[in-house]
C-alpha cells in the first residue's frame, strides 16, 4: 500500500477499541522529518484514525544500550544523530514534552530487566521524524525505551509482553526502525522505489510469518538463512518490530501500510497491530 488515497481507505476500516494500539513503524531515511512524502502523510493520516493517545513510548532502533533505559526529562531535547544532511534538517526541533511521572512507572511493570531512568538522551531520529508528523503540535507527551545491546531478541520479546500494560493505559508504544536495513548495499539508483530480489523477499517472509502470527521464526531470524543475515546484517533496525509482536494478543488483527522497498536494500514495511 503505497498511495495516500489507498491508506485512507485503510485507516477508515479500524475497528474502535479502548486498548491503543501498537506499531512498528519503517522510518527511513531522516529526510522523511521534513519531506513531505508518501511515508509522511501516512504517518499523519494514521494519527487521525487511531485514539489521542496520553503519551507515545518509542523503541527506536537510534538509542542502542548497554542496559535498558527509559527517558524521564520534563522537556526531552531533540537529537539530530546523523551526518551528511541539510541544514534544514538539523535546524528542525520537536518540543515535545516528556513524562517524568510515567517514566518512573515503567521500570515496576517490568520483571524482565531492570530498566533504569535516564536523564541525558532525548528524541533521537528514530523518534522525532516520525512523531513529528502524527502529532505536529507536539503537545503529547513522547519518551523513549533503548535497546539493550546484550540481551537476545527473545529477551526483548519478554520486555516487550512486559510492557503491553502500558496499552491499557492509552499509551501509544511505537517501535522504530526496519524490517531490511542494509545500509553497506544500498543504490541511489534505486532510491526511489525498488528492492533486491533478497530484499523483496525476505520483506515478504517477514510478514507472511507476521500475518500468520507464527512468531518464534522472527525471533530466531539468524535461522532464516543467509538473506536473512542480508536483511538484518545487525539488529538494532530490526529488534523495534520484536517489540511490537510482543505485544500482540492472539485475537489482535494485524495490518500492513508503507509496504515499499527503497534504494534496493532497505524496506519501509510497517504493521499496525490492534
Known amino acids: 500500500m503505497s498511495t495516500l488515497s489507498q491508506f485512507r481507505s485503510f485507516t477508515q476500516r479500524l475497528p474502535q477499541t479502548d486498548l491503543m494500539p501498537t506499531l512498528f513503524i519503517g522510518h527511513g531515511s531522516p529526510m522523511n522529518g ?25 523503541v527506536s532502533a537510534h538509542w542502542y544500550t548497554h542496559g535498558t533505559f527509559v527517558t524521564a526529562m520534563d522537556f526531552p531535547s531533540t537529537i539530530h544523530d546523523f551526518g551528511g544532511f541539510p541544514q534544514a534538517l538539523f535546524d528542525v526541533q520537536y518540543p515535545a514534552p516528556g513524562d517524568a511521572k510515567l517514566a518512573a512507572e515503567i521500570p515496576g511493570l517490568v520483571n ?9 538522551w532525548g528524541l533521537d531520529h ?14 503529547i507527551p513522547v519518551l523513549q525505551l533503548s535497546i539493550d545491546y546484550t540481551k537476545s531478541p527473545e529477551q526483548h520479546y519478554e520486555i516487550a509482553k512486559e510492557i503491553y500494560a502500558l496499552r491499557k493505559k492509552g499509551v501509544l508504544v511505537l517501535g522504530s526502525g ?12 534505486m532510491i526511489n522505489g525498488g528492492g533486491y530480489d533478497w530484499a523483496n ?22 535461522n532464516l538463512g543467509a538473506d536473512a543475515m542480508l536483511a538484518i546484517p545487525t539488529p538494532e533496525h530490526y529488534l523495534p518490530l520484536i ?17 515499499k522497498a527503497v534504494g534496493g536494500s532497505l524496506t519501509m514495511t510497517s504493521v499496525l497491530v490492534g
Open 34 to 58: 521534513i519531506e513531505n512524502n508518501e511515508f509522511s502523510q501516512s504517518w499523519a493520516e494514521l494519527a487521525k484514525n487511531i485514539p489521542v493517545p496520553k503519551a507515545v513510548l518509542v
Open 112 to 120: 524482565a530487566a531492570n530498566i533504569g531512568l535516564d536523564h541525558d
Open 126 to 139: 528514530g523518534t522525532w521524524t516520525v512523531v513529528k508528523h502524527m502529532y505536529p503540535d507536539a503537545n
Open 178 to 189: 526496519n524490517m531490511v536495513h542494509n545500509l553497506r548495499m544500498l543504490s541511489w539508483e
Open 201 to 222: 523477499e525476505m520483506n515478504d517472509k517477514f510478514k507472511n510469518l507476521i500475518a500468520n502470527g507464527d512468531h518464534k521464526p522472527l525471533i530466531d531470524y539468524r
Open 243 to 259: 517489540y511490537t509482536l510482543g505485544m500482540k494478543k492472539d485475537s489482535e488483527e494485524v495490518s500492513f501500510f508503507n509496504d
